[in-house]
């Protein structure tokens, strides 16, 4: 069974920082797609981070562009995503998915984890 569990989420001041994980059980990391997504109250959800499995190419959403960073350890089973200089509209559950190929473009992704809580606030 395909499992993804997201943590390392908290309650952090702007411009602070976080480490989320998201670990992978049931399937192979160096083959899918693993893309980091989050949902603010109110709002639809929304792609934040991608990296491909094949070439290890990422993508960003241009919200967080030269703030976040995501990174995989194949040998952890696990794909991280470093936020840096946190603000108050980063606030969200954020959650990992893998997708259904090793290219993020066309990913399909529809295994999720649980979603973690990122609160940015003073």
């Known amino acids: 069974q395909v499992q993804l569990v997201e943590s390392g989420g908290g309650l952090v001041q702007p411009g602070g920082s976080l480490r989320l994980s998201c670990a992978a059980s049931g399937f192979t990391l160096d083959y899918y797609a693993i893309g980091w997504f989050r949902q603010a109250p109110g709002k639809e959800r929304e792609g934040v981070s991608c990296?491909?499995?094949?070439?290890?190419?990422?993508y960003y959403a241009d919200s967080v562009k030269g703030r976040f960073t995501i990174s995989r350890d194949n040998a952890k089973n696990t794909v991280y995503l470093h936020m840096n200089t946190l603000k108050p509209e980063d606030t969200a559950i954020y959650y990992c998915?893998?997708?259904?190929?090793?290219?993020?473009?066309?990913?399909?992704?529809?295994?999720w984890g649980q979603g973690t809580q990122v609160t940015v606030s003073s």
């Open positions: 990296i491909n499995s094949s070439d290890g190419s990422t």
């Open positions: 998915a893998r997708g259904g190929s090793s290219w993020c473009g066309g990913a399909d992704f529809g295994s």
